[in-house]
């Protein structure tokens, strides 16, 4: 049972350039969310989702959009990259409300 | 509004007690969390607690909820090296969504 599963684990992208985060779940979960870790500041989640084709907006979701085609994958898309992006990425999943979190393993975005 | 502090370092000796505190904002909160995340790791759910209960413990693991005092706290007996780590202590946000507000993270220094 491979839960949950993000790609890449580390990127490198220049200003402007866009890209695609990948999270997997396999876990059946109906719960996804996307959070950023930066320094001193925990995790703010950046958007979520409550079931395929539903999503919205969390703390933080300014320059990323999702998207929820099947209950397994929850993509973040960066249009275009900016340095106020760097940062490292979770994905989480969630059996339901209230229940405990599964995180996959982040992604570290560096923008330059 | 929605927030959860911790302090951000606590350094104790192998073998004594560690206890990490975190505080929320939010009495509505219905449960509450601790996460360890090891170094370039992604987080674990450690433990996490219902807010009609004061007290849980799971093997080295006691967790304590003063609901009055919106005071949580983490308590790990025996502390080990393999515990050095940063926790966070997080709360499920009101909405009826699967949002967590996270603290920014407690990191534990365990020296021999």
């Known amino acids: 049972n491979a839960g949950v599963t993000q790609t890449p684990k580390f990127q490198v992208l220049k200003t402007g350039q866009s890209m695609t985060l990948q999270c997997a779940q396999d876990m059946n979960h109906e719960y996804m969310s996307w959070y950023r870790q930066d320094p001193g500041m925990g995790l703010r989640l950046i958007h979520y989702?409550?079931?395929?084709?539903?999503?919205d907006q969390g703390e933080v979701p300014n320059g990323y959009n999702v998207s929820r085609s099947t209950t397994e994958d929850f993509p973040l898309r960066l249009l275009s990259a900016a340095p106020s992006q760097t940062s490292v990425y979770f994905c989480a999943s969630s059996r339901e409300l209230g229940t405990e979190a599964f995180f996959g393993q982040g992604t570290r975005l560096t923008v330059v | 509004g929605e927030d959860v502090e911790q302090s951000l370092f606590l350094s104790v000796r192998e073998g004594d007690s560690s206890v990490i505190n975190c505080t929320y904002t939010d009495s509505s909160s219905t449960y509450l969390y601790w996460y360890k995340q090891e170094p370039g790791a992604g987080l674990q759910l450690l433990t996490y607690i219902f807010s009609n209960m004061d007290m849980k413990q799971d093997q080295r693991l006691t967790v304590l909820l003063n609901k009055k005092d919106k005071h949580l706290s983490l308590r790990i007996a025996d502390t080990q090296t393999g515990d050095s780590a940063i926790y966070f202590c997080?709360?499920?946000?009101?909405?009826?969504?699967?949002?967590?507000?996270f603290g920014a993270g407690t990191r534990l220094a365990v020296h021999p």
């Open positions: 997080a709360e499920r946000a009101p909405g009826g969504y699967n949002k967590l507000i």
């Open positions: 989702s409550v079931g395929a084709g539903i999503t």
